[in-house]
């Protein structure tokens, strides 16, 4: 009897076809142990509910038998990676949803052919950190990343603090990624180390493991404070637990212990749980699920079987807290923070903010490519569009709502075209200003149409060439202020367009500092112009302000909390912030100015990540009627 969603099934029938069941989410989450080895290398994925102890199932195939893999995932979508097939290692990468039973499919290729490396992810990005490179014939401390909701190749990230295999474990938060134990540099290690996921860089010391081992647990098994490892060879095989609090780093702490020495099993875990699957011990492939509360310490207990004994498995759950979507995703009013610069290196990711709620915001994806350098961005209420760069003349574009990688949108006119002001009302982007191929200071304005895709269109010119200057908009004008003129000074000149219309830009006034690489934010009547660098070249941190219908010079607004230049900022109609952070200044402070009144900043909160130079756009910019 084939399985029909349409009528009522009897009980057996209901057994029967329960592994092709649509998942509820509302009924529980679901984790899965994928590829491995029985008597050789196998293909499939199994299924069990963390919330429900009980017998593995069968829920579908990998695209080929594997071993020695990394699993992670979202909250919907499960990650298969690497591993050692017939060929050798392998660097491909494989997906399936996991809220219905189904096969793997392609999602893209690492940039080396790891197996037995770490892994974990958020709810966007996914990592992989080292593992034995079968094209290099040698352990790995590379570090690659892929953004989970969009299909795609892998990208370098940085580098482990040495090379990492033989299965070094894994621990991550929705922010931090934990690295622990493994072959070493080559030799069985006890130390842990950290990254933060939503920023590419290098590992850093984190502390020890109770004891040095490699082997281990496979996978993640962490709460949103605590991450735990587990298992291992010693030079025997180890029954030993640690954890960690992720936040803090320190040495791991006794937890207590599995039922049996075991290796080369694998974990997952949902909010509560952590389970261990499968696994090798002195003389027997396991079958064994077992589980442990993580709030408390103890010895794991009985959980179920699984349906293939297995080892060199891999495991991913979308119940791990750190692969949550944030509640109230995606914020009435959201801010986005693209790209730039973090210690000189470009970066790729994107992190939101909810403007209305202070310190509330996390990652929301990537940029298709590491790029900086371009001042604001432009959107309506569903897009946000980043206009060229210093990497890439290409404009991309992301739809507010949903989180993963960032489309192309077109081209600049220039072959080059960055550090240049964006800005937007809701229906046209401008680009003004910048360093393009034609000219080192340009005075060239392009747009674009948000709600279509395509290469920019000529505006026409503003009054004078310029770099590093900031643009802001109302729902009719665009204003262009400060830069770096072509006699290399920095300037005060404040230049305004139509929007709606094309032609040369017409001067308003002038700001109350002379400078360059300041920031700019606005509310639908109102500019603030911020920060930068005065002609002396120190950073200030004035804040002056226009209204956006007339002309005239711009007034005292009040003080940053910091002196600070390649600032970003974002804003509703009321609220503007301000990235208290700069290449001189190492913050992630966002600074929280009330639009309408004057005065100092209240501190919002903190970003995800500290870049500088970077992009940004808001659904609720003062140029959105």
Same mark, same amino acid.
């Given at each position: 009897?084939?399985?029909?969603?349409?009528?009522?099934?009897?009980?057996s029938?209901?057994y029967?076809?329960?592994?092709?069941?649509?998942?509820?989410?509302?009924?529980g989450?679901?984790?899965?142990?994928?590829?491995?080895?029985t008597t050789?290398?196998?293909?499939?994925?199994?299924?069990?509910?963390p919330?429900s102890?009980?017998?593995?199932?069968?829920?579908?195939?990998?695209?080929?038998?594997?071993?020695?893999?990394?699993?992670?995932?979202?909250?919907?979508?499960?990650?298969?990676?690497?591993?050692?097939?017939?060929?050798?290692?392998?660097?491909?990468?494989?997906?399936?949803?996991?809220?219905?039973?189904?096969?793997?499919?392609?999602?893209?290729?690492?940039?080396?052919?790891?197996?037995t490396?770490?892994?974990?992810?958020?709810?966007?990005?996914?990592?992989?950190?080292?593992g034995?490179?079968?094209?290099?014939?040698?352990? *790995?401390? !590379? /570090?690659? %990343? $892929? @953004? =989970?909701?969009?299909? &795609? +190749? #892998?990208?370098d990230?940085?580098?482990?603090?040495?090379?990492?295999?033989?299965?070094?474990?894994?621990?991550?938060?929705?922010?931090?990624?934990?690295?622990?134990?493994?072959?070493?540099?080559?030799?069985?290690?006890?130390?842990?180390?950290?990254?933060?996921?939503?920023?590419?860089?290098?590992?850093?010391?984190?502390?020890?493991?109770?004891?040095?081992?490699?082997?281990m647990?496979?996978?993640?098994?962490?709460s949103?404070?605590?991450?735990?490892?587990?298992?291992?060879?010693?030079?025997?095989? *180890?029954? !030993? /637990?640690? %954890? $960690? @609090? =992720?936040?803090?780093? &320190? +040495? #791991?702490?006794?937890f207590?212990?599995?039922?049996?020495g075991?290796?080369?099993?694998?974990?997952?875990?949902?909010?509560t749980k952590?389970?261990?699957?499968?696994?090798?011990?002195?003389?027997?492939?396991?079958?064994?699920?077992?589980?442990?509360?993580?709030?408390?310490?103890?010895?794991?207990?009985?959980?179920?079987?699984?349906?293939?004994?297995?080892?060199?498995g891999?495991?991913?759950c979308?119940?791990?807290?750190a692969?949550?979507?944030?509640?109230?995703?995606?914020?009435?009013?959201?801010?986005?923070?693209?790209?730039?610069?973090n210690?000189?290196?470009?970066?790729?990711?994107?992190?939101?903010?909810?403007?209305?709620?202070?310190?509330?915001?996390?990652?929301?994806?990537?940029?298709?490519?590491?790029k900086?350098?371009?001042?604001?961005?432009?959107?309506?209420?569903?897009?946000?569009v980043?206009?060229?760069?210093?990497?890439?003349?290409?404009?991309?574009?992301?739809?507010?709502?949903?989180?993963?990688?960032?489309?192309?949108?077109?081209?600049?006119?220039?072959?080059?075209?960055?550090?240049?002001?964006?800005?937007?009302?809701?229906?046209?982007?401008?680009?003004?200003?910048?360093?393009t191929?034609?000219?080192?200071?340009?005075?060239?304005?392009?747009y674009?149409?948000?709600?279509?895709?395509?290469?920019?269109?000529?505006?026409?010119?503003?009054t004078?060439?310029?770099?590093?200057?900031?643009?802001?908009?109302?729902?009719?004008?665009a204003?262009?202020?400060?830069?770096?003129?072509?006699?290399?000074?920095?300037?005060?000149?404040?230049?305004?367009?139509?929007?709606?219309?094309?032609?040369?830009?017409?001067?308003?006034?002038?700001?109350?500092?002379?400078?360059?690489?300041?920031?700019?934010?606005?509310?639908?009547?109102?500019?603030?112009?911020?920060?930068?660098?005065?002609?002396?070249?120190?950073?200030?941190?004035?804040?002056?302000?226009?209204t956006i219908?007339?002309?005239?010079?711009?007034?005292?607004?009040?003080?940053?909390?910091?002196?600070?230049?390649?600032?970003?900022?974002?804003?509703?109609k009321?609220?503007?912030?301000?990235?208290?952070?700069?290449?001189?200044?190492?913050?992630?402070?966002?600074?929280?100015?009330?639009?309408?009144?004057?005065?100092?900043?209240?501190?919002?909160?903190?970003?995800?990540?500290?870049?500088?130079?970077?992009f940004?756009?808001?659904?609720?910019?003062?140029?959105?009627?």
């Open positions: 009897m084939a399985p029909s969603y349409s009528g009522v099934w009897n009980i029938t209901q029967q076809y329960a592994s092709v069941w649509p998942f509820d989410a509302n009924l989450t679901a984790g899965f142990f994928m590829g491995g080895i050789g290398r196998v293909d499939h994925i199994q299924k069990i509910i919330e102890a009980g017998n593995a199932t069968d829920f579908g195939n990998l695209v080929s038998a594997s071993e020695d893999g990394m699993g992670f995932s979202s909250d919907t979508r499960g990650i298969y990676t690497g591993g050692n097939q017939a060929s050798g290692s392998r660097n491909q990468i494989q997906r399936f949803d996991m809220t219905s039973a189904g096969n793997g499919t392609d999602f893209g290729d690492l940039t080396t052919q790891p197996s490396a770490s892994a974990f992810s958020n709810n966007v990005r996914g990592i992989v950190a080292g034995y490179d079968t094209v290099a014939s040698a352990a *790995s401390n !590379v /570090i690659q %990343y $892929i @953004t =989970i909701p969009t299909d &795609g +190749n #892998a990208i990230f940085g580098d482990l603090t040495a090379t990492r295999n033989d299965y070094p474990s894994s621990s991550a938060s929705s922010t931090r990624g934990i690295i622990a134990g493994g072959d070493r540099a080559g030799s069985r290690s006890n130390a842990i180390e950290y990254i933060t996921i939503s920023s590419a860089g290098n590992g850093t010391d984190f502390g020890d493991l109770t004891v040095a081992r490699d082997s647990f496979n996978g993640v098994a962490a949103s404070t605590r991450g735990l490892f587990a298992g291992g060879y010693t030079g025997s095989r *180890s029954d !030993v /637990i640690d %954890y $960690i @609090t =992720i936040a803090s780093a &320190g +040495n #791991a702490s006794d207590g212990n599995l039922s049996a075991k290796n080369k099993g694998a974990s997952l875990s949902n909010s952590a389970i261990f699957s499968g696994g090798f011990t002195s003389s027997t492939l396991q079958n064994v699920i077992e589980s442990v509360n993580m709030a408390s310490t103890g010895n794991a207990t009985d959980f179920g079987d699984l349906a293939y004994a297995i080892y060199t891999a495991a991913c979308s119940g791990t807290p692969v949550q979507n944030e509640d109230g995703f995606a914020p009435a009013a959201i801010g986005l923070f693209a790209g730039g610069l210690a000189g290196a470009s970066r790729s990711g994107i992190t939101y903010v909810n403007i209305t709620t202070d310190g509330e915001g996390a990652m929301f994806g990537d940029l298709s490519i590491k900086h350098a371009q001042y604001g961005g432009a959107a309506n209420t569903t897009r946000g980043f206009m060229g760069g210093y990497e890439s003349s290409n404009h991309e574009f992301v739809t507010f709502s949903t989180k993963g990688k960032a489309t192309n949108f077109g081209n600049s006119i220039d072959n080059a075209n960055y550090n240049g002001g964006t800005t937007s009302n809701e229906t046209r982007g401008i680009l003004g200003g910048g360093t191929t034609a000219a080192s200071k340009s005075n060239a304005i392009e674009i149409t948000i709600a279509s895709v395509g290469n920019s269109t000529d505006f026409g010119d503003l004078i060439a310029r770099t590093e200057n900031l643009a802001i908009a109302g729902t009719t004008r204003l262009f202020a400060n830069g770096f003129n072509a006699s290399n000074a920095n300037v005060n000149t404040i230049d305004y367009i139509t929007i709606a219309s094309t032609g040369n830009a017409t001067d308003f006034g002038d700001t109350s500092v002379t400078r360059r690489a300041g920031v700019g934010s606005s509310s639908n009547t109102r500019a603030l112009f911020a920060g930068g660098t005065v002609s002396s070249n120190g950073d200030q941190n004035v804040v002056d302000y226009v219908a007339s002309t005239g010079n711009a007034q005292d607004f009040g003080d940053l909390s910091t002196a600070t230049r390649f600032a970003t900022a974002v804003s509703n009321t609220l503007a912030l301000h990235h208290a952070s700069g290449d001189s200044v190492s913050t992630n402070r966002l600074d929280k100015f009330t639009i309408a009144s004057t005065g100092n900043p209240t501190d919002w909160g903190d970003l995800a990540s500290v870049n500088y130079n970077s940004s756009a808001s659904n609720s910019h003062g140029g959105i009627a």
